[in-house]
């Protein structure tokens, strides 16, 4: 699945490159993601952090990462974003709301 997912991403989006990839592991059954606590993503998000990454990309819906999305760009010093943040986020511009929300990173601030 990972491989899957990078080479989507890395054919999707140009000039994007993914250097680390981290995941919850292969005994998880698929829908047990939802079950596991957003400290599980921050972990994840750290030990997929490699210095020359401009960012962070949390995938997965069914990931708890939007309570620790702030406190992890704070940590890292660069943006995170997840599945369901850029979900929030590209809903809200489609209905045209361009309220920014503090506390989900810097991607729903802007």
């Given at each position: 699945?990972?491989?899957?997912?990078?080479?989507?991403?890395?054919?999707?989006?140009?000039?994007?490159?993914?250097?680390?990839?981290?995941?919850?592991?292969?005994?998880?059954?698929?829908?047990?993601?939802?079950?596991?606590?957003?400290?599980?993503?921050?972990?994840?998000?750290?030990?997929?952090?490699?210095?020359?990454?401009?960012?962070?990309?949390?995938?997965?819906?069914?990931?708890?990462?939007m309570e620790i999305i702030?406190?992890?760009?704070?940590?890292?010093?660069?943006?995170?974003?997840?599945?369901n943040q850029a979900s929030?986020?590209?809903?809200?511009?489609?209905?045209?709301?361009?309220?920014?929300?503090?506390g989900f990173g810097r991607?729903?601030?802007?």
């Open positions: 699945m990972n491989a899957k997912a990078k080479e989507f991403l890395e054919t999707s989006v140009q000039g994007l490159k993914v250097l680390k990839m981290r995941g919850p592991g292969q005994n998880l059954a698929p829908l047990s993601i939802g079950d596991l606590p957003p400290s599980s993503a921050y972990e994840l998000a750290r030990e997929a952090n490699v210095q020359e990454a401009d960012g962070i990309f949390i995938s997965c819906t069914n990931f708890r990462a702030a406190r992890l760009e704070d940590g890292l010093m660069k943006p995170v974003v997840t599945s929030l986020w590209a809903a809200l511009r489609a209905i045209k709301v361009g309220d920014r929300i503090k991607l729903l601030e802007l």
